[in-house]
């Protein structure tokens, strides 16, 4: 299956589900609603053709200027296609989304990190704790607002 | 610490780490027992945080390279590829072909090292102290070749955006034959001591076991995810490199236990220097870095006496280069999984966001689900067979 393929039959079989597509430099994108997401997610992974089976990374990225404020991206693997796909998920301050360890059990870590390094909640996560930075850390080192050096005395 | 359960069983809290040599750096398992039995593992991480993907988006790209080689810092090489293939594909740069085939020599090499790393420190925990000697013998000689090339052993920095540092002399290849010609049979030395020794297989066999299906579900790659018996490699997978090119075999287990990943390992090995022997019969000749001004760096003979390449240099060391916006996920096939780079470019000579997708970090988070009911003593060794790096884990 090939870039455009994979846009295709997303968009043929849960068209409902998603926000939008693109291209990408390297791997096709789908915009997804916090709402659709684990709908979404298992679709992906359940899809015959697709199979997107193995997941690489969950991750945020942060844009202080726009509303809402992060955009936590996914990027799945097929083991079956040989192909990646790049999930989006817009999400505001102080939001959260729904954990997708119930889809792939190997989340649980990844997601952890996001909310440790970027304060994004995710519901009905097994055991979500801060996991690089000591538990009573104050701060979310990832977001933008956030110094190098020089927060505290 | 005991902590009163009902009568009959009580539940004790001990501390392994975060200084313990079996732990391979410092990390901290905290564990539930009954007796000698593990109920329950929780790895507690981040004593070696060191901030890598904040510190990068706040230098430019080709100061990221030296950050690369400080996460798994016994596959360094490897690091500076898969980050020097990410910005690649964000700028579109055609590495020529010579690079191409250098940079698959290094990494094989890499592999190799890290491999003989994990076997003769794996051999420590478990009790077989010679194997260690044997292994580091030969790591050495690898790292003697990338001083060669690059005046550094563990830190090379040498492979960057645009294709590598330096181009490799006769002395370099004289050796690198030697090494290949030697190495199958080392390799059988260590598969001596160890493949059909009693307390090699009764420590390894069916302990800390990982099916398919799980290893797919936690997301595992590299080495633990073949154990389980799946065919999968991003090399193949996802070629890079031109490793389209070579042939090589792609080592599976059929039970996914702490044996069969000993084995994957070994085989890989193998496989490794066979890539290695294909790849320098060869080597095409020509330029060893992109003619991309705005990114990589000129020949460093014409930087001494051509004033318009001390002006380029100038110019890329100084950071006053620009990227095009847009944002590439690029991953690798690493010793210990797949070590991916996402950044996302608003367009300046600093990454908006650079991600580091650590294999390591995700095999680590199985550690639990694989130990659960085993022995303590049993613990060491599936610790051990996952290969873990902290540098790579806490970044």
Redesign the interface.
């Known amino acids: 299956m090939n870039r455009q393929e994979i846009i295709d039959r997303i968009q043929g079989k849960v068209s409902s589900l998603i926000a939008g597509t693109s291209q ?4 096709p994108v789908v915009y997804v609603n916090k709402e659709h997401l684990i709908e979404f997610m298992k679709f992906l992974k359940e899809d015959e053709e697709l199979s997107f ?5 969950v ?1 945020a ?2 844009y202080p200027d726009r509303n809402p404020r992060f955009d936590v ?1 996914y ?1 799945i693997f097929s ?1 079956k296609n ?1 192909q ?1 796909i ?1 999930v989006k998920v817009p999400v505001g301050d102080g939001e959260g989304v729904e954990s997708v360890t119930s889809v ?7 997601e952890r ?1 996001v909310y440790d ?1 970027f304060g994004i909640t995710f519901y009905n996560h097994p055991d979500l704790r801060r ?4 538990e009573d850390f104050k701060y979310y ?2 977001r933008k607002d ?1 110094p ?1 050096e020089g927060i505290e005395e | 610490m005991t902590v009163e359960g009902n009568e009959t069983r009580k539940e004790m809290i001990l501390n392994m780490g975060p200084q313990h040599p079996a732990t391979h750096g410092v990390l901290r398992l905290l564990l539930h027992l009954e007796g000698e039995v593990v109920k329950k593992t929780i790895p507690i ?2 004593y070696l ?1 060191r ?1 890598v ?3 990068g988006e ?1 230098r430019t790209y080709i100061q990221n390279i030296v950050f690369t080689d400080r996460l798994d810092y016994t596959a360094s090489m490897s690091n500076n590829l898969s980050y020097a293939l990410a910005v690649e ?2 700028c579109g740069i055609e590495v020529p072909e010579r690079a191409r085939v250098i940079r698959v020599i290094m990494t094989e090499l890499q592999r190799i090292a890290a491999h003989l790393l994990w076997l003769g420190t794996y051999a420590l925990d478990i009790g077989a102290m010679s194997v260690f000697f044997y292994c580091f013998r030969e790591r050495e000689k690898i790292l003697d070749m990338f001083e060669m090339v690059s005046g550094q052993r563990l830190t090379p920095s040498y492979i960057c955006i645009g294709g590598v540092r330096r181009d490799i002399d006769d002395k370099f290849l004289e050796a690198l034959k030697v090494f290949c010609d030697t190495f199958n049979d080392y390799v059988k030395d260590y598969e001596n001591l160890l493949t059909k020794n009693p307390i090699w297989i009764e420590r390894l066999k069916d302990v800390a076991v990982l099916s398919a299906e ?1 290893a ?6 590299g080495p633990v995810l073949r154990a389980s018996g ?1 065919k ?1 490699d991003f090399r193949r ?2 070629p890079y490199c031109g490793y389209e090119n070579y042939e090589f075999d792609i080592p599976v287990g059929t039970k996914g236990d702490c044996y069969d990943r000993y084995l994957v390992r070994v085989e890989e090995m193998r496989q490794s220097n066979r890539i290695l022997k294909q790849a320098m019969k060869d080597i095409p000749d020509g330029p060893i870095m992109a003619d991309v001004p705005f990114i990589a760096f000129p020949p460093k003979d014409q930087v001494m006496n051509n004033i318009e390449a001390l002006i380029k240099h100038f110019k890329i060391a100084s950071g006053t280069f620009q990227i095009p916006k ?6 690798i096939e690493n010793p210990k999984g ?1 070590l ?1 780079f ?1 950044i ?1 470019s608003d367009g300046s000579s600093k990454p ?2 650079m ?1 580091i ?1 650590s294999s390591c ?2 095999n ?3 550690l639990p ?1 694989m130990t659960q009911g085993c022995l303590v003593a049993d613990l060491i060794a599936a610790l051990g067979s996952i290969d873990i790096v902290l540098g790579e884990i ?2």
Request: proline fraction near 1%.
């Open positions: 990408g430099i390297d791997y089976d193995l997941i690489s990374d991750t990225v942060d991206v990027h083991i040989g990646r790049r792939w059990r190997g989340a649980e870590w990844l990190e390094m996991i690089l930075m000591e080192p990832l956030f190098l | 991480i981040g945080h901030g993907e904040k510190l706040n594909k964000l799980d797919i579900n936690w997301g595992v790659t799946v999968f997978a996802t847009g944002e590439v996920y690029s991953s797949e991916g996402y996302v908006y966001r991600r997708k970090f995700v680590l988070s199985a689900f806490d970044r």
